[in-house]
């Protein structure tokens, strides 16, 4: 009886925290949008901007105000050394998501990004010459069938936004692969991540922010009929891919990677549905169905690697599949693939 109890608590924990790690993401990248289209703040460069810095003061909020979080320590070299080349793609790969928010719907761009697992797997095969086992490759194939029928009927394509949303999933698999090798011998949890990479992609990102759209955002100010409520909903947006973060770390450490990468295919088909509920972008059946079978893709994929880690090698010394990661704590190795959007 006690058994059934702690497995029933269990069970609770993993559903709540899955929910709210739906809540904070789908609520950013609607608010996203929305400062978009919505309040007719074209300017991406400084929404990243005023992302990264609530990120890096709810990091520091958090690890050293209320020790909520012990803080791992990094020497200082290798923070130049390490973490602030990871900042910067991390920096590019936050400002390709919100620069394609601005010019496609949500429900394109979740599904471009959805291309990642097959821009990882082609960048560790050309650059780093790993060798695949032939059932991720062929995992591949509906992930990629999926997003060409999705951009050929996309009834909403905007050429800037498609390639923003294409070579964000780049950078996210150039993010992930680098943090295996940078950040060798440190475990990072998404908050650490956050207090170490925000400061350093606010501190990149500010003077390219104010050069180029600063003259902008004054006019905007200077029109715009409710300046200071709409600057509360851009701070606001700031605040939740903070929460974004934190609600990253506490779902890593109540669910199973299987449940992690399901609930996260999952995520991206809700927040499809209420962006079409809030905005009302057109979508045909046939783009419908090609995001389906992209999401169904990833889900495959994620069980394939799954499988294909449990495998020993069939012959001594044959390179192995990377393995997916088993442990709570690998599924964060800097910044999750779904993160891509948000902090």
């Not at 029933?8 to 949008?33: D, E």
């Not at 009927?153 to 940078?182: D, P, Q, R, V, Y």
């Not at 009929?225 to 450490?253: D, E, K, Q, R």
């Amino acid at each position: 009886m006690e058994e059934s109890r702690v497995c029933q608590g269990s069970l609770i924990r993993s559903l709540l925290s899955i929910l709210q790690w739906w809540a904070f993401n789908v609520t950013v990248i609607i608010m996203n949008k929305w400062i978009f289209q919505k309040l007719d703040f074209k300017f991406p460069l400084t929404v990243s901007c005023v992302h990264f810095i609530c990120s890096a003061m709810g990091g520091h909020v958090v690890i050293k105000v209320l020790k909520l979080k012990p803080l791992i320590t990094v020497d200082p070299e290798d923070r130049w050394r390490r973490i602030f080349p990871m900042s910067f793609v991390f920096c590019i790969n936050i400002v390709l998501g919100n620069v394609s928010l601005r010019y496609i719907p949500v429900s394109f761009m979740q599904t471009i990004k959805s291309f990642t697992p097959a821009t990882t797997v082609v960048l560790q095969w050309l650059v780093w010459r790993k060798q695949f086992d032939w059932r991720i490759w062929a995992s591949l194939v509906p992930i990629v069938g999926g997003i060409l029928l999705t951009s050929i009927t996309e009834l909403s394509f905007n050429m800037l936004g498609f390639f923003a949303a294409l070579f964000g999933c780049f950078a996210t698999s150039t993010k992930t692969i680098l943090a295996e090798s940078l950040l060798h011998g440190y475990k990072f949890d998404s908050i650490n991540t956050v207090y170490y990479m925000a400061p350093f992609a606010t501190m990149i990102m500010a003077i390219p922010a104010i050069l180029v759209e600063g003259n902008g955002v004054i006019d905007w100010l200077n029109t715009h009929p409710y300046p200071w409520s709409a600057l509360t909903i851009i701070l606001g947006s700031g605040v939740m891919a903070f929460c974004l973060n934190f609600s990253i770390f506490y779902v890593i450490h109540s669910t199973t990677a299987v449940t992690f990468n399901v609930a996260g295919n999952l995520k991206v088909a809700v927040a499809v549905l209420v962006s079409w509920l809030i905005f009302k972008n057109p979508i045909s059946a046939s783009n419908a169905f090609g995001c389906a079978v992209t999401l169904v893709g990833c889900t495959f994929y994620g069980y394939v690697r799954q499988l294909l880690s449990q495998q020993p090698p069939t012959v001594p010394g044959t390179p192995r599949t990377p393995r997916t990661p088993m442990s709570k704590m690998e599924l964060l190795p800097l910044v999750n693939d779904k993160l891509d959007d948000k902090v």
